[in-house]
């Protein structure tokens, strides 16, 4: 059970980057998953949520910004990120909660402004 997140990198304040979490054992359209973000000196903090139905839900700090979505047939889910700010700028994670919860290695986003 692995989850492989990708796609961070340095952007400018307004500018746009898409995550992807890649999973292999893990069966995404059977399962929670979630992406998270942890800032220096701050906590980790839910983003974005996607059930196993389907339903997505995103934290009211990136509404209207950010969505999540899931290619089944690649067993990947992204993190669509758009109008992005510097407050964005932190260490992006990828979760499900099978075996009891499994964690992505984390992909560095840095919005400079």
């Known amino acids: 059970v692995q989850l492989q997140a990708s796609g961070g990198g340095l952007v400018q304040a307004g500018g746009s980057l898409r995550l992807s979490c890649a999973a292999s054992?893990?069966?995404?359209?059977?399962?929670?998953i979630g992406w998270y973000r942890q800032a220096p000196g701050k906590q980790r903090e839910l983003v974005a949520i996607?059930?196993?139905?389907?339903?997505?839900d995103v934290a009211e700090s990136v509404k209207g910004r950010f969505n999540i979505a899931k290619d089944n047939a690649k067993n990947t889910v992204y993190l669509q990120m758009n109008g992005l700010k510097p407050e964005d700028t932190a260490v992006y994670y990828c979760?499900?909660?099978?075996?009891?919860?499994?964690w992505g290695q984390g992909t560095l986003v840095t919005v400079s402004s």
């Open positions: 979760y499900s909660n099978v075996q009891g919860g499994t």
């Open positions: 054992g893990i069966i995404f359209s059977r399962n929670f």
């Open positions: 996607m059930g196993i139905g389907g339903q997505t």
